[in-house]
């Protein structure tokens, strides 16, 4: 088995992030003891602003046994469709996403409405990434990958 893992995970634990690193180390460990864990290289260069240099980043990996997989044309390929997609469905109103209540994000200097993309094409890529080269993917962010990303498994 192939677990995939989403940059939100590795960072709880490197960062740490207090209300997360609990259940991602939790989910990173069990998952690590059935399955090899494999990261592509969006998650790479996200993780990399972490670490003083390539050196630590890559023993870092390493010592967790965490292998970077690249992404192949299939892959980059789906993930251009998945994104556009969401952009052609997204809605115009923009949430916050603690509380829920709509935004309205306003230009300071012609007073316009800016609705913004709020999903990037990275995310796209690494969950492309996990469905072409994984069986599980290991995320936070359960409902927009649950939403795009219908052919994994997500933990």
């Not at 677990?3 to 460990?29: C, G, H, R, W, Y």
């Not at 599980?136 to 962010?141: H, Q, S, Y």
């Given at each position: 088995m192939i677990s995939a893992v989403?940059?939100?995970?590795?960072?709880?634990?490197?960062?740490p992030n207090q209300s997360f690193v609990k259940s991602s180390l939790e989910k990173l460990e069990s998952t690590a003891r059935k399955s090899k864990i494999v990261i592509c290289e969006i998650v790479y260069s996200e993780l990399a602003?972490?670490?003083?240099?390539?050196?630590?980043?890559?023993?870092?990996?390493?010592?967790?046994?965490?292998?970077?997989?690249?992404?192949?044309?299939?892959?980059l390929f789906l993930a251009s469709r998945l994104w556009l997609k969401y952009r052609e469905q997204r809605p115009e109103k923009i949430y916050c996403p603690d509380c829920g209540k709509q935004i309205h994000a306003v230009c300071s200097h012609c007073g316009s409405q800016i609705n913004l993309p709020r999903r990037m094409l990275n995310d796209f890529i690494i969950?492309?990434?996990?469905?072409?080269?994984?069986?599980?993917?290991?995320?936070?962010?359960?409902?927009?990958?649950?939403?795009?990303?219908?052919?994994?498994?997500?933990?």
């Amino acid at each position: 088995m192939i677990s995939a893992v989403d940059t939100n995970i590795l960072l709880d634990i490197i960062i740490p992030n207090q209300s997360f690193v609990k259940s991602s180390l939790e989910k990173l460990e069990s998952t690590a003891r059935k399955s090899k864990i494999v990261i592509c290289e969006i998650v790479y260069s996200e993780l990399a602003s972490q670490f003083h240099n390539q050196t630590e980043l890559n023993s870092f990996l390493s010592d967790t046994h965490i292998e970077i997989v690249w992404s192949n044309k299939e892959s980059l390929f789906l993930a251009s469709r998945l994104w556009l997609k969401y952009r052609e469905q997204r809605p115009e109103k923009i949430y916050c996403p603690d509380c829920g209540k709509q935004i309205h994000a306003v230009c300071s200097h012609c007073g316009s409405q800016i609705n913004l993309p709020r999903r990037m094409l990275n995310d796209f890529i690494i969950g492309s990434h996990a469905i072409t080269f994984a069986d599980l993917f290991i995320t936070r962010d359960l409902g927009f990958y649950k939403k795009y990303f219908s052919g994994i498994k997500i933990l």
